[in-house]
């Protein structure tokens, strides 16, 4: 299996701020990475595809970035409908597809 | 506008088979880019990826889970199912169906989402 690991697990950060999460991968994935955003009682849902792609909808404000085994999710100026918990997932692999653990984004 | 909506029991008795069904709305699910997925998601925890299937009836399973995973799908009602058997309290979770989208490339990533059932696993 390819492990995922985001850091980190929580980020107290305030309206305006800007934020980096880290997701990490066992073994490369190449740019096989999406990023999801997931509020309480919700479903996820899609921010990023290919490391670095925005989905349709998505504020710019959302960003991707690396490859390989390194990457990271930015959101700049933060806005209050920001505060959530991100997801990152390896699409590299079917056997099976993980997830990272998540990271809460919580108002400082 | 493409729609997922999952049903089902919300509560099933341990050793016994939890089944749930997912229906799509807004468009077929007899599509080669499509790959309808299930996702669960206990209490407070992350996401664990089930499987998906493809409208041919191709299954991938999560191997941790694949002797007890059974999908299918049938394009007449455009839907797609999932049993889980011999469940336990570990089996409780907030169950997920979701469109896995291939770009002709690599696996799927999951662009749409129903909004989620629980099923508990209890006596």
């Known amino acids: 299996d390819i492990q995922m690991t985001q850091s980190p697990s929580t980020l107290s950060a305030s309206v305006g701020d800007t934020i980096t999460i880290t997701c990490r991968a066992s073994?490369?994935?190449?740019?096989?990475l999406a990023w999801y955003q997931q509020k309480p009682g919700k479903a996820p849902n899609l921010l990023i595809f290919?490391?670095?792609t925005l989905q349709s909808g998505v504020p710019s404000r959302f960003s991707g970035s690396g490859s390989g085994t390194e990457f990271t999710l930015t959101i700049s100026s933060l806005q209050p409908d920001d505060f959530a918990t991100y997801y990152c997932?390896?699409?590299?692999?079917?056997?099976?597809?993980?997830f990272g653990g998540g990271t809460k984004v919580e108002i400082k | 506008q493409l729609q997922l909506q999952e049903s089902g029991p919300g509560l099933v008795k341990p050793s016994e088979t939890l089944s749930l069904t997912c229906a799509v709305s807004?468009?077929?699910?007899?599509?080669?880019?499509?790959?309808w997925g299930w996702i669960r998601q206990p209490p407070g925890k992350g996401l664990e990826w089930i499987g998906n299937?493809?409208?041919?009836?191709?299954?991938y399973y999560n191997p941790s889970l694949k002797s007890e995973v059974t999908m299918s799908v049938d394009t007449s009602r455009n839907q797609f199912s999932l049993r889980l058997s011999s469940v336990t309290a570990a089996d409780t979770a907030v169950y997920f169906c979701?469109?896995?989208?291939?770009?002709?490339?690599?696996?799927?990533?999951?662009?749409?989402w129903g909004r989620g059932t629980l099923v508990t696993v209890s006596s």
């Open positions: 299937i493809l409208y041919s009836g191709t299954t």
């Open positions: 997932q390896q699409y590299h692999s079917y056997s099976p597809l993980t």
């Open positions: 979701a469109r896995g989208f291939w770009r002709g490339y690599s696996f799927w990533y999951f662009d749409l």
């Open positions: 073994q490369s994935v190449n740019k096989w």
């Open positions: 807004g468009d077929s699910i007899s599509s080669s880019i499509s790959y």
């Open positions: 290919e490391a670095s």
